[in-house]
């Protein structure tokens, strides 16, 4: 069993710049690939970014390419994903999951919600204009 707990959500001016963890509890963190995903109001949850259970291994959604980060320290458990140059559209709750297998080069099943095990409750990132 993996507990995953998303912080570091707020409020932000466009253009400006947030942080979110996702700390893990459980024996599998470093087994599992880490993947962050975004839902707005009235919408799909959507992939964000994806790490693999190295770090060596890293995919981002189109939207987000360029300004997303996401990076991960095995000994704390925890997932990081750094955001810059943020948009009105970047308004969503970000979703921190972990997936117990791995991210071979060439990987597509990272970007459906339904290839992860585990899930965080959720944290609101909101930027205003």
């Known amino acids: 069993q993996v507990q995953l707990v998303e912080s570091g959500g707020g409020r932000v001016q466009a253009g400006g710049s947030l942080g979110l963890s996702c700390a893990a509890s459980?024996?599998?963190?470093?087994?599992?690939?880490m993947g962050w995903f975004r839902q707005a109001p009235g919408q799909e949850r959507e992939f964000v970014s994806v790490?693999?259970?190295?770090?060596?291994?890293?995919y981002y959604g189109d939207s987000v390419k360029g300004r997303f980060t996401i990076s991960r320290d095995n000994g704390k458990n925890t997932v990081y994903l750094q955001m810059n140059s943020l948009k009105p559209e970047d308004t969503a709750v970000y979703y921190c999951?972990?997936?117990?297998?791995?991210?071979?080069?060439?990987?597509?099943?990272?970007?459906?919600?339904?290839?992860?095990?585990?899930w965080g409750q959720g944290t609101q990132v909101t930027v205003s204009s």
């Open positions: 999951a972990a997936a117990v297998r791995s991210l071979p080069y060439g990987s597509t099943w990272y970007s459906s919600s339904s290839s992860y095990n585990y």
């Open positions: 790490i693999g259970r190295s770090g060596g291994s890293t």
């Open positions: 459980g024996r599998t963190f470093s087994a599992s690939t």
